[in-house]
């Protein structure tokens, strides 16, 4: 057994309960996305938080304990960029990319966003601890047809 694994049962269970991230969330005490991505393999959860979810999806003991393993992050196999400012979307986008597509198909179903019918919008934001990068992508949903 291995984090893989138990991904692939949390995954099985989720689809086959019917449960939404968001109630997982609720149950745990924390945001969806982080808490979609630390069932989805890529983050840690605490011992109390293993358990929560492990009762969720009837995850075994050892199984919980997976879930409080430090992962390897990144899950999408592809050439590493080298501009530091590319990377660090490679990396956001390979730690939070199944994340981000779960909660869309969620949210919308079987679909894309659009790149082409896209905006984005990136503005420094002030903050006493050094200033941040405020980036908001607002792309059209596209879903797949059925023919």
């Known amino acids: 057994m291995n984090r893989n694994d138990v991904t692939e049962k949390i995954v099985t269970a989720k689809v086959a309960k019917g449960i939404q991230w968001?109630?997982?969330?609720?149950?745990?005490?924390?945001?969806?996305?982080?808490t979609t991505a630390a069932c989805l393999g890529q983050m840690t959860l605490d011992q109390k938080q293993a358990a929560i979810v492990g009762e969720i999806f009837g995850l075994t003991?050892?199984?919980?304990k997976w879930l409080q393993v430090v992962p390897y992050k990144g899950s999408l196999p592809s050439a590493v960029p080298t501009d530091p400012l590319i990377y660090r979307w490679y990396e956001i986008v390979s730690v939070y990319?199944?994340?981000i597509k779960e909660l869309i198909h969620?949210?919308?179903?079987d679909g894309i966003m659009s790149a082409i019918d896209f905006s984005m919008d990136i503005q420094r934001q002030a903050d006493p601890k050094g200033d941040r990068v405020n980036v908001v992508l607002s792309g059209k949903?596209?879903?797949?047809k059925t023919y």
Request: charged fraction near 30%; charge should be negative; hydrophobic fraction near 35%.
């Open 22 to 34: 968001a109630e997982v969330a609720e149950k745990v005490g924390l945001s969806k996305e982080w």
């Open 61 to 64: 003991a050892e199984e919980q």
């Open 97 to 99: 990319g199944t994340t």
């Open 106 to 109: 969620e949210e919308f179903g």
């Open 141 to 144: 949903f596209l879903p797949y």
